[in-house]
């Protein structure tokens, strides 16, 4: 008999007595459910645990709710967010709406209004979902940090910005993906069709000279001579190998 994996669920809320009481009520009604007590083990969790929903609080410790939904839309446009929080004011919820929020609770809440909405929305995320697909986690292992230095050059993956030879940079998603990618392989030659399809599940009519473009950005960003690059290095036949050094 086949078995149905369950919905996850990533609760970020600091409150405990509220955090476990949600917990508990979405473990009886069938889900998966892990708990985040501030925003940086929230974003962390919702990196390493892929899960199908996030209910998220706003008043949080170290990144607060509405910096973690500006994250999270950066690299995930169609993963269910419901707001759970205090604050119910109604410019909170136009701020949540514009940030890309896709339900919004006020504190208190009813518990059974909270179940019908999560499975409204742990449904509707099964729409834009075909049959069998594979979780995002579950192909090239990713860098699940939410830092990273290397010579003078320092990643924010929470904010998605870089302080580098270059100045200080935003980086989109994909330039995201492809440092989490080089990071977790630091020191092993990538093959440019390795790397096309971890960072763009290899679409027919993307080509190998998209990794080269994004390499040229690196060495610009990074590297302090990017013609010499140090960090960035290619392996001629391979592809491309990230070296930080000590």
Same mark, same amino acid.
């Given at each position: 008999?086949?078995?149905v994996e ?64 500006? /994250?999270?839309? $950066? ?25 890309g929020v ?56 929470? /904010? ?19 440092? $989490? ?11 440019r069709k ?53």
């Open positions: 008999m086949e078995t369950k919905k996850r669920v990533l609760i970020i809320e600091d409150e405990s007595h509220i955090a476990e009481g949600i917990k508990l009520n979405l473990t009886l009604q069938g889900y998966a459910a892990k708990v985040a007590v501030d925003g940086i083990e929230g974003l962390e969790k919702w990196r390493a645990w892929d899960p199908d929903l996030i209910v998220l609080d706003i008043m949080l410790p170290m990144v607060d709710g509405f910096s973690i939904l500006q /994250t999270i839309r $950066r690299e995930d446009e169609k993963i269910p967010v419901l707001i759970l929080s205090a604050r119910g004011d109604t410019r909170d919820k136009v701020r949540g709406l514009k940030y896709d339900d919004y609770l006020s504190k208190p809440f009813d518990l059974e209004e909270f179940l019908l909405r999560v499975e409204r929305l742990v449904k509707r995320k099964e729409w834009y979902e075909p049959p069998g697909k594979e979780r995002r986690k579950s192909g090239c292992p990713l860098f699940e940090g939410t830092a990273y230095s290397f010579g003078t050059n320092h990643i924010d993956f929470v /904010t998605s910005t870089a302080r580098c030879a270059a100045g200080e940079v935003v980086l989109t998603e994909q330039e995201i993906t492809l440092l $989490r990618i080089f990071i977790a392989h630091q020191g092993k030659p990538l093959s390795m790397l096309l399809k971890a960072g763009w599940g290899y679409a027919r009519d993307t080509s190998t000279r998209t990794v080269d473009n994004f390499i040229v950005r690196f060495r610009k960003y990074f590297e302090s001579k990017p013609k010499s690059p140090v960090y960035f290095k290619s392996r001629r036949s391979v592809g491309y190998i990230f070296e930080p050094g000590e």
